[in-house]
C-alpha cells in the first residue's frame, strides 16, 4: 500500500508539472505571492555574572565562525572643552594589554585571521570558531587590562588632529557637525563636536579617568553570535571577564531635550568650495521606542522619507532631477531626546527650490490623510524587511538588546508586526503633525553662498549666517573669484560688443520704450525716454491717468506720484549723473568698482558698483546687463530692489532688454516693452 | 504535514554536512541565458539577480558613462510596469533593491520575503524583455546622474580614481571614468540609447541568479516562463586595444579644490583579475597594508608617525588589474619621503621571502575573509555571477581558498619582482587647490 501511495503522488506530481509548462504567463499582471512564510523569532540564550554583565548567546552553525560583542551601557557623556576626549580613549583601547606588548597583540590578531576593535563604550571581536578562544581572551584583556601609555597617547592626539583637516572642506562633515550642533546646541552631548582646540585640551590623565569612569562590567552586555553552544559561550566569558571587577559609577544626568526655534529659519554655512548645497530640515522630537505613537511614527517618516518610494525622492529626484536622493529620519531615544531630519544635496542653483519643495511635502504629509495604498505598501515593506532581517543570526541578538537598553517590554518584537499593521491614516497624520514641525524647524544650509544666498532671500525665512564650526556670524560678502585681466572697462567694452558696437550705438541722440505690465489684474502703462546728453523721463500711467513721474533734465530733477512732487536728493542728482546718456557704459565713471561675480536668475554676473546705492550686473557668458540693483532708504529701513533685463531683441541694430522685470518685495512685475524707437518720439518738453 | 517536517530536517542536515560548500545547479536558456540557482532554506529570504556583460568600459568613447546612465533608465518602467512602479512595488512587497555598475559589468537585483520570488523573477524579465526608454526618463535621469556625479567626485579625494584611469591607459578604454562625461550624456539621442540597449542588454550576455529560500524545480520552470520569451541579440564582441607595459615612470600632479591634505599615489597596470598573478597581488596587498601588523601601516603609521593612512589596494578588473600605493602624510612629512619608505617594503619583498609565519598569518585572513564572504544569500548570489561571468569560474566561490593556500612564498616574491618596480608606475601627487581669495 505504502508503495502504491508514494507512486500515486509522484504520477500526480509528474502531471502537474508538465501542464504548468504549457501553461502561459500572464506578464500584463503582476504575480500573486505565495504563502506568508512562518517567521520563528527565536530568544537568545540569556545568563547573567556575578560582576553584572548579561551575557546573550545565538547560536548559529551555518558558518564556522563567532563574535563577540560588548556593549557597556553609559549614558551619553558631555565631553566640554575636552571633546576628543572619548574618540582618543576608543583608539588607544585594543592596542595592547599589560601584559602583552602592543606589537605582541596587534600582530597576533592579524596572526589569527581575527578582528578585535574598540569603543568608547564597548567593542567587538571576531573570527574563526578554531581561533574562538584566544580571540575572547585578548579581547577581554584587552578590556579589563588595556595598555594606555603617554606616548600612544601622544600620537593618537597627532593622528586625530590631522585626521580633522581631512574633513575641513567635506561638505557631509561640515553638514552634520553643524546640523547637529544648531539643533542640539554646541554644549549638549549629541550638539558637540571635535575640534583641534578641544583636542589640545586632553590630557593623557582624561583618556585613563575616563577609561575608570566608564569601562565597567556593572551595566555591561556581551552578545556572543555564531558557531558555538551557549553553554561553552557562557562558560568563556565566565573564564575570560568574570574577574572583572564591579565599579562605582558616578551618576550621569539624562540628555535634556533642546527647544525648537520659535519660527522657522534659515541657517547658512557657507563652503566656498562645494559643488552641492546639503540642506537638513531639522526639528527637535521628544519620540521613545516605547510610545504608542512609535509605529505610527515610523510609518510617518518611511512615507514621506523612508526610501525611493517616499514623498521626498519621488519629487526631489524622480520628479525634478534636484538631488540624486532626498530622504527623511526621526529618531528615537530612550531619553526622548533625538531629531526629525529631512535632507538632500542638491546642486546649489537649485538650493531655493529644494527648500520649497521639501516644505511643501512636509506639509503634505501634515495636511492631507495619507493614500490607504500607500500606507499598505509601507506597512508592507516593514513586514517584508523584518522577515528579511532574520537571515542575519545578529538580528534576533540585537532584538534582545534593545528591549533591554530601552525597556522596552519583553513582546516589543514579538508584537511589532501587528503594531504596524495597527496604524491608521488618521495616525499618520496625527503623529505628523507632531513630530514634523514645520513651523518651528531649521533650515541648515551648507553650501556655496556666492551661488546659493541670494535665491535664499526670496524664500521669506529669516536667515542666520554661522561659520563652519556653528558660530553665527554676519552676513558675510560672497564673491566668486574674478578672473585676471577683467576691468570694468572690459565689462563695459564687451557689453557694448554685445549689443552691437560702438559704431552703431554712437549714432543715437535719444530713445524711447513703452510697455505694458499687469498688476493685480489691472493694466499699467510704462514709458521711458533717455537722451545721450542725460536726460530721463520715466512714466507710468493707468487708464491714461499718471500714477507716478520722474524727470531728470541732467542737472536736476524729480519725482511726482499722487499729486505730490518731490524733488531729487543731491544723492539722487549724484546717481543719475551717473547712471545718465542713452548708453552709460560708453564712458567708465570715476565711482565706478567691479565687486565681483554674483548669480542673477542662476546666471553668472561681473557686478559692478557704480554708486553706494546702486549695483549692475553683466552676464558674464553673455556680456548683457542682467540687472540694475538701487538701494533706498526708506522710514529709516534700507530697501533694496532690481530691475531685471530680459529678452534682448535686435531693434535698429542693437539689442534691446524686450522684458524689464522690477522686484517689489516678494512679488515680481513684468514690464512687456512694446514698442522702441530711436532718434524719434522725443522732445526737450519731455523733461522739464 | 509529517512530510514538510522532515523535508526539513533533511535540508537542515545537508547545510551542516557542506557548512562551507555552496551548492549550486547551473543551466542555460534556449535564449542564451544563462541561470545560476542556489537554494538554502534556512531563512524565507530570496534574490534575484542579473548581472549584464556590460560596464563603463562598453560603447562609443564620444558617449562615455552610458553604462552606468543604463543602470538608472531601467529603473523607470518597462510595458507592464508604469514609470516609478519599480520603485514602489519592490518596497510595496517587502523587498530590497538596487543595481551598481563597475567598468566591467552592471548588476541589479531584488531581495524579498521567499514567498515574493515570482515577482522578483517578473520584474527582471520585464527590465530585461521591454523596458521603456524615453525623453522624458532621460531628461529626468540625466540630471539625477550629474548630481551623482557631484556627490560622488566632488568630495575629498573623491577624483582618486578619476586620475589614476587617466594617467594609467593610454588606449584601453578604462581611461574614462565609469560615470563618464556629462556632455556625452547631453548629447546622447533616444535611438543611440535603444541600439545600446539592443546591443548589450540579450539574454545571452547576461546570467540570471535566484538563490536561497526556493523550491529548485519550481523554480526552474518559473525562470522558463518569464524569460523564455526573451529573444537572443548578436554575439557582443569585443577587441579593446592593448597597453604597451609602462617602462619609464610617470609623474602627474593632480589638484582637488575639497582636501587641504595632500596625498600621494603609486600606480600600476597589472594582469586581469582572473589570472593567477591577480590573486598573488591580493595577498601582496595585505601583507603590506592589512591590519595594523601589516608592514606599512606597523611602519609608516605607527612607528615612525609619516603617515596618517597607508593603503596597498589591488583592484580587480576583468582586462587589467589596478595596483595603487596610497598615503596621507601626517604634518609636514614630503610626500616623496612617503614614497620612499614604501618603496623600501616593497623591495624587501622582491629580494626576501616574507617569513613563515607571515605567510601562515596571510593564509588565516584569507580564511576568515572567505567564510565571512558567504554568511548571506545576497553575498553569495552576487559572488556567483561575478565567477561566473567575470572570472570564467563559478567554482571559485568553493575553491578560492585553495587557490590561495597553494600561492608559495617563492610566488609572491617572483610577482612582486615582476609587477612592482618604480619604472612601472604613475606617480601622482594629489595637492589640495591654493585658494585665490
Redesign the interface.
Given at each position: 500500500m505504502k508503495t502504491l501511495k508514494i507512486k500515486l503522488v509522484t504520477f500526480i506530481g509528474v502531471v502537474l508539472?508538465t501542464l504548468?509548462?504549457s501553461?502561459q504567463?500572464d506578464?500584463?499582471q503582476?504575480?500573486?505571492?505565495?504563502?506568508?512564510?512562518?517567521?520563528n523569532l527565536e530568544k537568545p540564550k540569556e545568563s547573567k555574572l556575578k560582576n553584572g554583565i548579561t551575557v546573550m548567546v545565538v547560536e548559529n552553525?551555518?558558518?564556522?565562525?563567532v563574535s563577540y560583542q560588548l556593549s557597556i551601557d553609559n549614558k551619553p557623556l558631555v565631553e566640554g572643552d575636552k571633546a576628543g576626549v572619548a574618540s582618543l580613549l576608543s583608539s588607544m583601547l585594543g592596542?595592547g594589554t599589560t601584559s602583552i606588548s602592543k606589537?605582541d597583540f596587534?600582530?597576533e590578531?592579524?596572526?589569527?585571521?581575527?578582528s578585535i576593535n574598540f569603543g568608547s563604550s564597548g567593542g567587538f571581536g571576531s573570527?574563526?570558531k578554531k581561533y574562538a578562544d584566544r580571540i575572547v581572551e585578548l579581547m577581554a584583556d584587552a578590556t579589563i587590562n588595556p595598555l594606555l601609555t603617554e606616548e600612544e597617547f601622544q600620537?593618537e592626539k597627532?593622528?586625530l588632529v590631522?585626521?580633522l583637516?581631512?574633513?575641513?572642506?567635506?561638505?557631509?562633515a561640515v553638514s552634520s557637525r553643524v546640523v547637529s550642533a544648531l539643533a542640539y546646541g554646541k554644549d549638549h552631548a549629541y550638539g558637540e563636536f571635535i575640534t583641534e582646540e578641544t583636542i589640545n585640551n586632553v590630557t593623557f590623565q582624561d583618556v585613563k579617568d575616563l577609561y575608570k569612569k566608564t569601562f565597567a562590567p556593572n551595566n555591561a552586555y556581551i552578545v556572543v553570535v555564531g558557531d558555538i553552544e551557549p553553554k561553552e559561550a557562557k562558560k568563556q566569558i565566565k573564564k575570560y571577564f568574570g574577574d572583572w571587577k564591579k565599579q562605582d559609577l558616578s551618576e550621569v544626568s539624562d540628555p535634556e531635550l533642546t527647544e525648537n526655534v520659535s519660527t522657522t529659519e534659515i541657517n547658512f554655512i557657507d563652503l566656498?568650495?562645494?559643488?552641492?548645497s546639503e540642506i537638513s530640515i531639522t526639528n527637535n522630537v521628544s519620540l521613545k521606542q516605547s510610545d504608542e505613537d512609535y509605529f505610527a511614527a515610523l510609518m510617518a517618516n518611511n512615507i514621506l522619507g523612508g526610501?525611493?518610494?517616499g514623498y521626498l525622492?519621488?519629487n526631489l529626484?524622480?520628479?525634478?532631477?534636484?538631488?540624486?536622493g532626498a530622504y527623511s529620519s526621526l529618531g528615537a531615544s530612550r531619553y526622548g531626546v533625538s531629531r526629525f531630519d529631512a535632507s538632500a544635496?542638491?546642486?546649489n542653483a537649485v538650493a531655493d527650490s529644494a527648500v520649497v519643495e521639501f516644505i511643501k511635502e512636509i506639509d503634505l504629509i501634515r495636511t492631507e490623510p495619507v493614500d490607504p495604498e500607500i500606507l499598505?505598501?509601507?506597512k508592507?515593506?516593514?513586514?517584508?524587511?523584518f522577515?528579511?532581517a532574520?537571515?542575519?543570526p545578529q538580528t534576533i541578538a540585537n532584538y534582545a538588546l534593545n528591549i533591554k537598553r530601552n525597556n522596552l517590554p519583553e513582546d516589543f518584537y514579538a508584537n511589532y508586526l501587528e503594531n504596524i499593521n495597527k496604524v491608521s491614516a488618521e495616525d499618520v497624520l496625527d503623529v505628523s503633525k507632531k513630530y514634523f514641525k514645520v513651523d518651528n524647524a531649521r533650515v541648515v544650509i551648507v553650501g556655496k553662498g556666492s551661488e546659493v544666498v541670494e535665491n535664499l532671500d526670496r524664500l521669506g525665512y529669516p536667515i542666520q549666517y554661522f561659520d563652519k564650526y556653528a558660530n553665527p556670524i554676519e552676513k558675510p560678502e560672497f564673491?566668486k573669484?574674478l578672473p585676471e585681466g577683467v576691468t570694468v572697462s572690459s565689462v563695459y567694452d564687451s557689453y557694448i560688443k554685445a549689443i552691437g558696437g560702438n559704431d552703431v550705438v554712437s549714432t543715437f541722440n535719444n530713445m524711447m520704450m513703452k510697455g505694458n505690465a499687469s498688476v493685480q489684474g489691472m493694466s499699467i502703462s510704462f514709458t521711458r525716454k533717455l537722451t545721450k546728453d542725460g536726460k530721463m523721463l520715466e512714466l507710468v500711467q493707468m487708464n491714461g491717468n499718471t500714477l507716478s513721474k520722474q524727470v531728470f533734465d541732467g542737472e536736476k530733477g524729480f519725482t511726482a506720484a499722487q499729486g505730490q512732487k518731490t524733488d531729487y536728493t543731491e544723492q539722487q542728482v549724484e546717481d543719475a549723473k551717473i547712471m545718465s546718456g542713452l548708453f552709460s557704459e560708453q564712458k567708465v565713471s570715476e565711482s565706478a568698482e567691479l565687486t565681483g561675480i554674483e548669480s542673477i536668475n542662476g546666471e553668472d554676473a561681473y557686478v559692478i558698483r557704480l554708486t553706494e546705492n546702486i549695483r549692475e550686473f553683466y552676464s558674464v557668458d553673455s556680456g548683457l546687463k542682467l540687472a540694475t540693483e538701487t538701494t533706498a532708504e526708506q522710514m529709516g529701513q534700507k530697501m533694496t530692489s532690481k530691475l531685471m533685463y530680459s529678452d534682448y531683441t535686435n531693434k535698429n541694430g542693437v539689442m534691446v532688454p524686450m522684458m524689464l522685470s522690477q522686484d517689489l518685495g516678494p512679488q515680481t512685475i513684468d514690464i512687456k516693452i512694446e514698442e522702441v524707437t530711436f532718434n524719434d518720439g522725443v522732445t526737450a518738453s519731455d523733461f522739464e | 504535514m509529517t512530510k514538510t517536517i522532515m523535508l526539513s530536517f533533511f535540508v537542515f542536515f545537508m547545510t551542516l554536512a557542506h557548512a562551507q560548500k555552496v551548492e549550486f545547479t547551473e543551466y542555460n536558456l534556449d535564449n542564451g541565458l544563462h541561470v545560476i540557482l542556489h537554494q538554502d532554506n534556512t531563512a524565507p529570504v530570496v534574490i534575484t539577480s542579473v548581472m549584464y556583460d556590460v560596464g563603463g568600459k562598453d560603447g562609443p568613447r564620444d558617449r562615455t558613462g552610458f553604462a552606468h546612465f543604463f543602470e538608472h533608465l531601467l529603473f523607470e518602467g518597462s510595458e507592464n510596469i508604469g514609470r516609478g512602479e519599480f520603485m514602489k512595488i519592490i518596497p510595496a512587497n517587502g523587498g530590497t533593491f538596487n543595481a551598481n555598475t563597475s567598468q566591467d559589468r552592471t548588476y541589479y537585483y531584488e531581495i524579498f520575503p521567499s514567498n515574493k520570488l515570482e515577482l522578483g523573477l517578473w520584474l527582471e524579465s520585464e527590465r530585461m524583455l521591454h523596458p521603456v526608454i524615453d525623453e522624458q526618463g532621460v531628461e529626468t535621469q540625466n540630471e539625477v546622474v550629474k548630481e551623482e556625479k557631484r556627490q560622488s567626485y566632488d568630495r575629498p579625494y573623491g577624483k582618486l580614481l578619476e586620475v589614476i584611469g587617466e594617467n594609467l591607459f593610454e588606449a584601453h578604454p578604462y581611461m574614462d571614468t565609469n560615470i563618464g562625461k556629462m556632455e556625452h550624456l547631453d548629447a546622447a539621442t533616444l535611438e543611440e540609447f535603444n541600439a545600446y540597449f539592443d546591443k548589450y542588454y540579450g539574454p545571452n550576455n547576461a546570467v540570471l541568479i535566484v538563490a536561497g529560500d526556493i523550491d529548485k524545480e519550481k523554480t526552474i520552470k518559473m525562470v522558463r516562463d518569464y524569460f523564455g520569451e526573451v529573444k537572443p541579440r548578436p554575439e557582443v564582441k569585443r577587441d579593446f586595444p592593448k597597453e604597451e607595459p609602462i617602462t619609464e615612470t610617470k609623474k602627474v600632479t593632480t589638484y582637488d579644490a575639497n582636501i587641504q591634505i595632500p596625498a600621494v599615489l603609486a600606480a600600476y597596470r597589472l594582469p586581469g583579475q582572473s589570472t593567477r598573478d591577480a590573486f598573488v597581488l591580493d595577498m601582496i596587498s595585505a601583507y603590506l597594508s592589512g591590519g595594523k601588523s601589516s608592514v606599512l601601516y606597523k611602519k609608516l603609521v605607527d612607528e615612525k608617525k609619516l603617515a596618517l593612512q597607508v593603503q596597498a589596494v589591488n583592484l580587480g578588473q576583468v582586462d587589467y588589474n589596478i595596483f595603487a600605493l596610497f598615503a596621507l602624510p601626517q604634518g609636514d612629512v614630503a610626500l616623496d619621503t612617503l614614497l620612499d619608505e614604501m618603496d623600501e617594503e616593497i623591495a624587501k619583498m622582491q629580494n626576501e621571502l616574507i617569513s613563515e609565519r607571515d605567510y601562515q598569518k596571510l593564509l588565516n585572513q584569507f580564511e576568515n575573509q572567505f567564510v565571512s564572504s558567504n554568511s548571506s544569500v545576497a553575498g553569495i548570489a552576487s559572488s556567483l555571477a561575478t565567477y561566473y561571468m567575470l572570472y570564467d569560474d563559478v567554482n571559485l566561490i568553493n575553491n578560492q581558498l585553495d587557490l590561495y593556500q597553494s600561492i608559495t612564498r617563492e610566488e609572491i616574491r617572483d610577482v612582486a619582482k615582476k609587477y612592482l618596480s618604480p619604472n612601472q608606475r604613475v606617480e601622482i601627487e594629489y595637492l589640495p587647490k591654493k585658494e585665490d581669495n
Amino acid at each position: 500500500m505504502k508503495t502504491l501511495k508514494i507512486k500515486l503522488v509522484t504520477f500526480i506530481g509528474v502531471v502537474l508539472i508538465t501542464l504548468g509548462a504549457s501553461a502561459q504567463i500572464d506578464r500584463s499582471q503582476m504575480p500573486e505571492a505565495g504563502p506568508e512564510p512562518t517567521i520563528n523569532l527565536e530568544k537568545p540564550k540569556e545568563s547573567k555574572l556575578k560582576n553584572g554583565i548579561t551575557v546573550m548567546v545565538v547560536e548559529n552553525n551555518k558558518l564556522p565562525r563567532v563574535s563577540y560583542q560588548l556593549s557597556i551601557d553609559n549614558k551619553p557623556l558631555v565631553e566640554g572643552d575636552k571633546a576628543g576626549v572619548a574618540s582618543l580613549l576608543s583608539s588607544m583601547l585594543g592596542n595592547g594589554t599589560t601584559s602583552i606588548s602592543k606589537d605582541d597583540f596587534n600582530e597576533e590578531v592579524d596572526f589569527l585571521g581575527a578582528s578585535i576593535n574598540f569603543g568608547s563604550s564597548g567593542g567587538f571581536g571576531s573570527g574563526l570558531k578554531k581561533y574562538a578562544d584566544r580571540i575572547v581572551e585578548l579581547m577581554a584583556d584587552a578590556t579589563i587590562n588595556p595598555l594606555l601609555t603617554e606616548e600612544e597617547f601622544q600620537k593618537e592626539k597627532d593622528k586625530l588632529v590631522e585626521n580633522l583637516k581631512t574633513q575641513e572642506k567635506d561638505l557631509s562633515a561640515v553638514s552634520s557637525r553643524v546640523v547637529s550642533a544648531l539643533a542640539y546646541g554646541k554644549d549638549h552631548a549629541y550638539g558637540e563636536f571635535i575640534t583641534e582646540e578641544t583636542i589640545n585640551n586632553v590630557t593623557f590623565q582624561d583618556v585613563k579617568d575616563l577609561y575608570k569612569k566608564t569601562f565597567a562590567p556593572n551595566n555591561a552586555y556581551i552578545v556572543v553570535v555564531g558557531d558555538i553552544e551557549p553553554k561553552e559561550a557562557k562558560k568563556q566569558i565566565k573564564k575570560y571577564f568574570g574577574d572583572w571587577k564591579k565599579q562605582d559609577l558616578s551618576e550621569v544626568s539624562d540628555p535634556e531635550l533642546t527647544e525648537n526655534v520659535s519660527t522657522t529659519e534659515i541657517n547658512f554655512i557657507d563652503l566656498p568650495n562645494a559643488s552641492q548645497s546639503e540642506i537638513s530640515i531639522t526639528n527637535n522630537v521628544s519620540l521613545k521606542q516605547s510610545d504608542e505613537d512609535y509605529f505610527a511614527a515610523l510609518m510617518a517618516n518611511n512615507i514621506l522619507g523612508g526610501g525611493g518610494e517616499g514623498y521626498l525622492f519621488k519629487n526631489l529626484r524622480e520628479d525634478k532631477g534636484y538631488t540624486y536622493g532626498a530622504y527623511s529620519s526621526l529618531g528615537a531615544s530612550r531619553y526622548g531626546v533625538s531629531r526629525f531630519d529631512a535632507s538632500a544635496k542638491v546642486r546649489n542653483a537649485v538650493a531655493d527650490s529644494a527648500v520649497v519643495e521639501f516644505i511643501k511635502e512636509i506639509d503634505l504629509i501634515r495636511t492631507e490623510p495619507v493614500d490607504p495604498e500607500i500606507l499598505k505598501n509601507a506597512k508592507a515593506k516593514y513586514v517584508g524587511n523584518f522577515v528579511m532581517a532574520l537571515e542575519r543570526p545578529q538580528t534576533i541578538a540585537n532584538y534582545a538588546l534593545n528591549i533591554k537598553r530601552n525597556n522596552l517590554p519583553e513582546d516589543f518584537y514579538a508584537n511589532y508586526l501587528e503594531n504596524i499593521n495597527k496604524v491608521s491614516a488618521e495616525d499618520v497624520l496625527d503623529v505628523s503633525k507632531k513630530y514634523f514641525k514645520v513651523d518651528n524647524a531649521r533650515v541648515v544650509i551648507v553650501g556655496k553662498g556666492s551661488e546659493v544666498v541670494e535665491n535664499l532671500d526670496r524664500l521669506g525665512y529669516p536667515i542666520q549666517y554661522f561659520d563652519k564650526y556653528a558660530n553665527p556670524i554676519e552676513k558675510p560678502e560672497f564673491k566668486k573669484e574674478l578672473p585676471e585681466g577683467v576691468t570694468v572697462s572690459s565689462v563695459y567694452d564687451s557689453y557694448i560688443k554685445a549689443i552691437g558696437g560702438n559704431d552703431v550705438v554712437s549714432t543715437f541722440n535719444n530713445m524711447m520704450m513703452k510697455g505694458n505690465a499687469s498688476v493685480q489684474g489691472m493694466s499699467i502703462s510704462f514709458t521711458r525716454k533717455l537722451t545721450k546728453d542725460g536726460k530721463m523721463l520715466e512714466l507710468v500711467q493707468m487708464n491714461g491717468n499718471t500714477l507716478s513721474k520722474q524727470v531728470f533734465d541732467g542737472e536736476k530733477g524729480f519725482t511726482a506720484a499722487q499729486g505730490q512732487k518731490t524733488d531729487y536728493t543731491e544723492q539722487q542728482v549724484e546717481d543719475a549723473k551717473i547712471m545718465s546718456g542713452l548708453f552709460s557704459e560708453q564712458k567708465v565713471s570715476e565711482s565706478a568698482e567691479l565687486t565681483g561675480i554674483e548669480s542673477i536668475n542662476g546666471e553668472d554676473a561681473y557686478v559692478i558698483r557704480l554708486t553706494e546705492n546702486i549695483r549692475e550686473f553683466y552676464s558674464v557668458d553673455s556680456g548683457l546687463k542682467l540687472a540694475t540693483e538701487t538701494t533706498a532708504e526708506q522710514m529709516g529701513q534700507k530697501m533694496t530692489s532690481k530691475l531685471m533685463y530680459s529678452d534682448y531683441t535686435n531693434k535698429n541694430g542693437v539689442m534691446v532688454p524686450m522684458m524689464l522685470s522690477q522686484d517689489l518685495g516678494p512679488q515680481t512685475i513684468d514690464i512687456k516693452i512694446e514698442e522702441v524707437t530711436f532718434n524719434d518720439g522725443v522732445t526737450a518738453s519731455d523733461f522739464e | 504535514m509529517t512530510k514538510t517536517i522532515m523535508l526539513s530536517f533533511f535540508v537542515f542536515f545537508m547545510t551542516l554536512a557542506h557548512a562551507q560548500k555552496v551548492e549550486f545547479t547551473e543551466y542555460n536558456l534556449d535564449n542564451g541565458l544563462h541561470v545560476i540557482l542556489h537554494q538554502d532554506n534556512t531563512a524565507p529570504v530570496v534574490i534575484t539577480s542579473v548581472m549584464y556583460d556590460v560596464g563603463g568600459k562598453d560603447g562609443p568613447r564620444d558617449r562615455t558613462g552610458f553604462a552606468h546612465f543604463f543602470e538608472h533608465l531601467l529603473f523607470e518602467g518597462s510595458e507592464n510596469i508604469g514609470r516609478g512602479e519599480f520603485m514602489k512595488i519592490i518596497p510595496a512587497n517587502g523587498g530590497t533593491f538596487n543595481a551598481n555598475t563597475s567598468q566591467d559589468r552592471t548588476y541589479y537585483y531584488e531581495i524579498f520575503p521567499s514567498n515574493k520570488l515570482e515577482l522578483g523573477l517578473w520584474l527582471e524579465s520585464e527590465r530585461m524583455l521591454h523596458p521603456v526608454i524615453d525623453e522624458q526618463g532621460v531628461e529626468t535621469q540625466n540630471e539625477v546622474v550629474k548630481e551623482e556625479k557631484r556627490q560622488s567626485y566632488d568630495r575629498p579625494y573623491g577624483k582618486l580614481l578619476e586620475v589614476i584611469g587617466e594617467n594609467l591607459f593610454e588606449a584601453h578604454p578604462y581611461m574614462d571614468t565609469n560615470i563618464g562625461k556629462m556632455e556625452h550624456l547631453d548629447a546622447a539621442t533616444l535611438e543611440e540609447f535603444n541600439a545600446y540597449f539592443d546591443k548589450y542588454y540579450g539574454p545571452n550576455n547576461a546570467v540570471l541568479i535566484v538563490a536561497g529560500d526556493i523550491d529548485k524545480e519550481k523554480t526552474i520552470k518559473m525562470v522558463r516562463d518569464y524569460f523564455g520569451e526573451v529573444k537572443p541579440r548578436p554575439e557582443v564582441k569585443r577587441d579593446f586595444p592593448k597597453e604597451e607595459p609602462i617602462t619609464e615612470t610617470k609623474k602627474v600632479t593632480t589638484y582637488d579644490a575639497n582636501i587641504q591634505i595632500p596625498a600621494v599615489l603609486a600606480a600600476y597596470r597589472l594582469p586581469g583579475q582572473s589570472t593567477r598573478d591577480a590573486f598573488v597581488l591580493d595577498m601582496i596587498s595585505a601583507y603590506l597594508s592589512g591590519g595594523k601588523s601589516s608592514v606599512l601601516y606597523k611602519k609608516l603609521v605607527d612607528e615612525k608617525k609619516l603617515a596618517l593612512q597607508v593603503q596597498a589596494v589591488n583592484l580587480g578588473q576583468v582586462d587589467y588589474n589596478i595596483f595603487a600605493l596610497f598615503a596621507l602624510p601626517q604634518g609636514d612629512v614630503a610626500l616623496d619621503t612617503l614614497l620612499d619608505e614604501m618603496d623600501e617594503e616593497i623591495a624587501k619583498m622582491q629580494n626576501e621571502l616574507i617569513s613563515e609565519r607571515d605567510y601562515q598569518k596571510l593564509l588565516n585572513q584569507f580564511e576568515n575573509q572567505f567564510v565571512s564572504s558567504n554568511s548571506s544569500v545576497a553575498g553569495i548570489a552576487s559572488s556567483l555571477a561575478t565567477y561566473y561571468m567575470l572570472y570564467d569560474d563559478v567554482n571559485l566561490i568553493n575553491n578560492q581558498l585553495d587557490l590561495y593556500q597553494s600561492i608559495t612564498r617563492e610566488e609572491i616574491r617572483d610577482v612582486a619582482k615582476k609587477y612592482l618596480s618604480p619604472n612601472q608606475r604613475v606617480e601622482i601627487e594629489y595637492l589640495p587647490k591654493k585658494e585665490d581669495n
